[in-house]
């Protein structure tokens, strides 16, 4: 039997005008389904779910969620939380975005496990942004089959 690897990436795009905030681009691809989405958000909020992320991948922290977009014009909803005493993590995402009509949406939404080694490797990734010049991607990768 194959394994059908997931993936989540975050490409965070250098300031143009204001420090304070940050273009990101999202996409996933889970179990043969996809999606992608772009939302503008503030260094803080992205400062503050590296923090989380770190808590959860120490041990010390529950849960790392990353939302993008604003109230109805919600775009990005990351969770990594640990996955019971397995020592793996579950990361949920759910993305959306405008169809053609203004008022349509396509959405996305999956989990996936991914081992310890990945989560490093994705906050290490993200731990690049801060001083970027030029675009950063982090990437994290996990097996959407596997049950945690």
């Not at 992205?46 to 993008?68: I, K, N, P, S, W």
């Not at 970027?132 to 996990?142: K, R």
């Amino acid at each position: 039997m194959t394994r059908m690897p997931a993936e989540f990436t975050l490409t965070i795009q250098p300031p143009i005008d204001d420090d304070d905030f940050r273009e990101l681009a999202a996409r996933v691809s889970c179990r043969g389904f996809g999606g992608e989405t772009a939302f503008t958000i503030a260094r803080r909020d992205l400062d503050r779910f590296a923090a989380e992320l770190d808590g959860v991948r120490r041990g010390t922290g529950h849960e790392a969620q990353l939302l993008g977009g604003w109230d109805a014009e919600e775009r990005l909803r990351l969770r990594i939380t640990p996955s019971g005493r397995s020592g793996q993590f579950i990361a949920r995402v759910w993305i959306a975005n405008r169809g053609p009509r203004e008022d349509q949406w396509h959405r996305a939404e999956t989990e996936f496990v991914c081992p310890p080694e990945a989560l490093s490797g994705f906050l290490a990734g993200l731990g690049g942004w801060s001083d970027a010049a030029a675009s950063t991607e982090a990437s994290l990768v996990g097996d959407a089959d596997a049950t945690a």
